[in-house]
């Protein structure tokens, strides 16, 4: 009888134990203080200027930080963390970043859905990022007010256009470089129109309208004329768009906590703190109108 009471003591000890440990890593890796770090180590940095010594990410426990472009490098310093969570895990990403590469952000996108990762985005989301990332789970936030930009995404004529441009390069002096030009030029084909579909399914699920870019496809630069934009008068500028606050909230993109910037004024001042020759302009109703 003594034997079992001090058996069962043992295992109330463990258990005991077992939960504080549970607690402390909870408390650890909470969203609070995931966001004050991220932002520690962000504010280090820029979010849009492009140096090959900076780095993009960093991550403790399920908690990560992404700072900057959305690439290769990024993409495989994700998923070497993610790999390292327990599947039940539901990560707690901040990310600043003006964008990217979108196959490999569609890939980091899928992976927070499934995970029903926590998303939050700071100071500036910004083409892949705000396309992907930001907009492709629905645990979605803003710490404090961030401005989001969009200019396109994958579109039904993306495929033909990187054909195109394979071809130019095939004809180029690097051509000569290319072993199997119909088998690679067939592969990125392939791939275009499969992550095509990866876009749009990854959006519906996360409840946003893909239309947020899809409507580009059919919007010429001189559609962005406003009071605070004139494409026809600086055509050489690279042109992004923010959605006014009616729109934000029709296509789903509102964040569950923190605000977006809808004042043009401050989001190009804040743009072009770092990358010259750009602009945002209010998007045009008629081209994002939801479906439902």
């Not at 995931?34 to 492009?50: F, L, N, P, T, Y």
């Amino acid at each position: 009888m003594q034997l079992a009471a001090q058996l069962k003591l043992i295992l109330l000890l463990i258990l005991i134990a077992g939960v504080g440990a549970a607690c402390a890593q909870q408390d650890a890796d909470s969203p609070t203080k995931v966001i004050a770090e991220c932002k520690e180590w962000m504010d280090r940095q820029s979010a849009m200027e492009a140096t090959a010594s900076r780095e993009n990410f960093t991550a403790k426990g399920s908690g990560a930080c992404i700072n900057g472009e959305i690439d290769d490098d990024l993409h495989e310093k994700f998923f070497a963390w993610l790999g390292q969570l327990p599947s039940e895990t539901k990560p707690v990403v901040v990310i600043r970043s003006g964008g990217g590469e979108a196959f490999a952000a569609i890939d980091i996108a899928e992976a927070l859905q499934q995970r029903e990762a926590a998303v939050y985005v700071y100071d500036v989301c910004a083409s892949s990022c705000a396309n992907y990332i930001y907009s492709g789970v629905r645990n979605r936030h803003s710490i404090g007010t961030t401005i989001l930009l969009f200019h396109g995404g994958l579109a039904k004529d993306t495929a033909q256009e990187m054909a195109a441009v394979f071809d130019d390069l095939l004809r180029s002096p690097d051509g000569k470089h290319i072993e199997n030009p119909v088998s690679e030029r067939r592969e990125l084909m392939e791939r275009a129109e499969t992550y095509l579909k990866k876009q749009d399914k990854l959006l519906i699920a996360a409840g946003i309208d893909p239309v947020i870019i899809h409507g580009f496809s059919d919007m010429e630069m001189t559609d962005l004329a406003s009071a605070d934009c004139d494409p026809a008068r600086e055509p050489e500028l690279e042109y992004a768009v923010f959605f006014s606050e009616d729109m934000v909230r029709a296509l789903g993109v509102s964040p569950l906590t923190g605000r977006l910037e809808y004042r043009a004024n401050v989001i190009n001042e804040r743009l072009n703190r770092d990358t010259k020759g750009a602009k945002a302009c209010v998007a045009p109703e008629k081209f994002f109108r939801p479906a439902r």
